[in-house]
């Protein structure tokens, strides 16, 4: 049986992560990353660093995978400020 829980858990890391992959998706287009803060960014991926590592210490899949994904754009935006600095 499949339980209710996981499945709000995963409908949220779903909704979550996804809600990020447009900024990737645009920064990514239009090579700039002007609007970006590299301070936002790097708290931020810390964060999500923290969760992924919380996830794994209370074995959720739901919070393994919406920020083992997450992480990844994080550090995809992280590489893209750097790259495409003016």
Known sequence: MINPIEILGLV??????AA???QVYKTWKTKSTDSLSLTM???FVSGVLCWL???????????ILAN???AISG???L???????N
């Open 53 to 63: 590592v919380y996830g794994f210490l209370i074995d959720s899949f739901p919070i």
């Open 75 to 77: 550090f995809l935006l």
């Open 41 to 43: 960014l790097l708290i």
């Open 79 to 85: 590489y893209f400020k750097y790259r495409y600095k």
């Open 20 to 22: 990020f992959l447009p």
């Open 68 to 70: 083992f994904i997450t």
């Open 12 to 17: 949220a890391a779903i909704l979550t992560t």
